[in-house]
C-alpha cells in the first residue's frame, strides 16, 4: 500500500461519515484532491483538509501543508497539497452568499 492509499483508509475511517476525499493528481511533490460531503456545508471544513496533509505526512516522511483551496461550483473543494517547505504562501478561498448575491474572495497569507 502506497503512501496516499494508507492516508485515504486512515481519513475515511475517522471521517468517511462526514467527508469523501478522491486523490484527482499526485505526484513527489503536489497532491491534489477533491473533498466533498456533508463537511462542505460547516465552517470547520479547512480542518478536514489538514487533517488530511497530517494523515499523509505521517506516511510520507515530511510534513505537507494545504497551499491552496477553492470551492466548486456544486459545494465541493478542490485542495492541491505539498510539502510544506515548498509552501511559500497559502491560498484560501472564501465565498460569501448575503441576500442570494455571491461574492468570492482568494486571500493568501
Known sequence: MDCVEEALGRFRAVFGAEAVVE????????LV?????NM?????TY???ED?????SDCAGEEWAVESYKQNP?????V??????LVQVR???VKIVLYGEEYSYEVSS
Do not use: I, N, Q, W
Open 74 to 78: 456544486d459545494g465541493s473543494y478542490t
Open 47 to 49: 480542518d478536514y483538509f
Open 91 to 93: 491560498k484560501r478561498h
Open 80 to 85: 492541491v497539497l505539498r510539502p510544506r517547505r
Open 40 to 44: 462542505c456545508y460547516t465552517c470547520g
Open 52 to 56: 488530511f496533509a497530517y494523515m499523509y
Open 23 to 30: 486523490v484527482l493528481e499526485r505526484g513527489p511533490e503536489r
Open 33 to 37: 484532491a477533491r473533498f466533498s460531503g
